[in-house]
């Protein structure tokens, strides 16, 4: 199978500073990809990368098939993006703000009503239709705001540490969704700060001082590291880190 | 199949397939995808309803406060009399302005030369001279002049009591008239003194415009994208398909809008309730209006690029943009009387410019000959701004 994201020596440098050093991996379709890395790793610039945000220095990616170099806008129409401040506007009802997202991202509008009906009824938030998002009890919000960065059916979705700050129950009904868009072929590309939302990743990579330092499936990282939980393999991995903050 | 479509028509020139309807199909998608956004900042705007009765009740309260100050009646004020003929239209036309409401004659000096002293020691707002030979002119030619000097420290109230004593004069002229049954016209010869030109007067009127535009567009611009940023939106946005200056459009579209809005507000007011119609040309004074909201517009897009908070962006506006409008653009102190320093700096400040440009169409009736080197500045200064901006906010964000 053809992989979503591939990367080969991806580099990105600031000055003499060097955020990602020859970054290569790659993400096949409806996988989902744990991102890890203390702060300051150089994560957040990686994902930049991948979004079309950022140049890079040097080295190839392509992510839904398109250059990170030449083809950033045709990248963008292929991604969703969520990050950890919730992303939904709080003064804007939970149907207009799935209207204006679908809207950015080119959605017709007999497809942005069709979708508003579907999505509402899987949360369970018909009620709530005109609710101002304010309102709204935080979980529901996550779980809203991870709706909406899926509201154009992208190939992958990037979430910026999408659950900091959510209680555990939350959390766990959160996955479930991460899961049900996996089922449904959208790649996964999540960063984390959970050790136990890296258990549910199917594979994971962990970057310290700018490098991936590991990457494999979250067993056999337990097994290659000798540790009981993906908590002391990432413990292992980055005390040796030079760069604690970004 | 319908969103892979929609999906290439917005990026407009993807495919290579451009043939007439692709293009036409991406033109209108295009319009649409903006108006989707424009119609997100207009329920950002409306949803705020503090923020929006503010915006609207400003410029309102302003004219009104202003306006109420200016239709103030002033009674006793305090004039000096010289009297070189003292002869009997002389004593009648002095008898009657002291009998007035208006005027209180404080006291009757022996020589003009004592007008001067008499102003700079206080309380006295006026002083009317008649010349030697004052009646015998008056009867044998028909016509005499008397010299009227006012105290234009304060040109409202100069103007004021001046109108008053003219009334008085115009009222004695047809007493005359009536009495001996030929014409004869006294004519008041006004001087202003301290303030020739009256400065102050109607100058408000710009003044509030100045203000308010540049409070609307520059603070409520800085906010809206500012808040983005604190909201975490603004990644969001980047990282889809809309492209970074349809984000500038789409937000500014709102407070031009509100703008323009606020400027047709002011002009109404100060036309019906204030007597300051516009004399020149309503298109010119428009067209001078939207370059200087542009330019407010790129000074807030500016400063939000530079501010992390909406609290740091208000501050910014209000100290930084507020704060020069009000005291160097030349409608509450006269920059000819500032220090040098501070005149060279008022040329920075847009709201100079633009007051100058109000000041000239609207209240003098002037055309574009008298203010096309203000046009020009403003919309130099609006142009940079604007480009600066937006390469910066591009910059900054990818």
Known sequence: MEPVIQTDKLTKRFGQFIACNSLSFAVDKGEIFGFLGANGAGKTTAMRMLCGLLGPSS?????????????????????????QKFS????????????????????????????????????????????????????????LAF???????????????????????????????IYSAADNGVTIFVTTHYMDEAEYCNRVSIMVDGVIAALDSPANLKQQYGAATMEDVFYELARNAKRTSE | ??????????????????????????????????????????????RDRKTLLMLFGLP????????????????????????????????????????????NIQRTLASADQIDAAFKKGDLKMAVTFPAGFGDA???????????????????????????????????????????????????????????????????????????????CTMMTSVAIVREKELGTMEILLVSPFKPVYIIIAKLAPNLLISVVNLFVILFLSSVFLGLPVKG??????????????????????LSINAQTQQAAMTG???????????????????????????????????????????????????????????????????????????KFKIRLQ
């Open chain 2, 317 to 391: 506006s209000l100290m930084g943009m507020m704060l020069p409008t009000m005291l160097l653009t030349g409608f509450l102190f006269p920059i000819e009387n500032m220090p040098i320093a501070l005149q060279v700096l008022s040329n920075l400040v847009p709201s100079r410019w633009y007051f100058i440009i109000v000041k000239q169409v609207m209240l003098k009736g002037l055309g574009i000959g008298a203010i096309w080197r203000e046009l020009l500045i403003l919309g130099g200064m609006c142009g940079l701004l604007f480009t600066i901006s937006l390469r």
């Open chain 1, 88 to 143: 939904l506007y709080d003064d804007l009802s939970v149907a207009e703000n799935i209207r204006f997202y679908g809207g950015i991202y080119g959605m017709s509008r007999p497809a942005i009503r069709t979708k508003t009906t579907e999505l509402l009824e899987e949360l369970g938030l018909q009620k709530e239709a005109k609710t101002l998002v304010r309102e709204l009890p935080l979980g529901w919000k996550q779980k």
């Open chain 2, 60 to 103: 309102i309260a302003q004219i009104v406060l202003f306006g109420f100050a200016l239709s103030n009646e002033i009674k006793d004020s305090r004039i000096a009399v010289v009297d070189y003929s003292k002869d009997a239209v002389t004593q009648r036309l002095i008898t009657k302005i002291g009998s007035s409401p208006y005027f």
């Open chain 1, 59 to 83: 080295g190839k990616a392509t992510v839904a098939g398109f250059d990170v170099y030449t083809q950033t806008e045709k990248i963008k129409k292929s991604i969703g993006y969520m990050s």
């Open chain 2, 281 to 302: 040309s309503f298109l010119l004074l428009v067209f001078g209006s939207v370059l200087f909201i542009m330019t407010c517009l790129s000074i807030g897009l500016l």
């Open chain 1, 147 to 177: 709706s909406v960065s899926i509201v154009h059916d992208p190939q992958i979705v990037f979430l910026d540490e999408p659950t900091g700050g959510v209680d555990p129950v939350t959390r766990r009904q959160f996955w479930d969704l």
């Open chain 2, 138 to 216: 008056l009867i044998h030619t028909g016509k005499a002049t008397m010299q009227v000097i006012a105290d234009a420290s304060d040109p409202n109230q100069a103007t004021t009591i001046t109108n008053y004593l003219n009334q008085i004069v115009a009222d004695f002229n047809s007493e005359l008239a009536a009495g001996s049954g030929q014409p004869m016209t006294i004519l008041p010869s006004m001087q202003m003194m301290y303030n020739p030109e009256l400065r102050g007067a109607p100058n408000f009127v710009p003044g509030v415009m100045a203000l308010v535009l540049m409070l609307v």
């Open chain 2, 1 to 46: 199949m319908r969103q892979l479509l929609t999906g290439a028509a917005f990026s407009g020139s993807s495919e290579g397939q451009s043939s007439d309807v692709h293009r036409k199909r991406a033109i209108f998608q295009f319009a649409l995808f903006l108006g989707i956004f424009i119609r997100k900042e207009f329920l950002h705007v409306f």
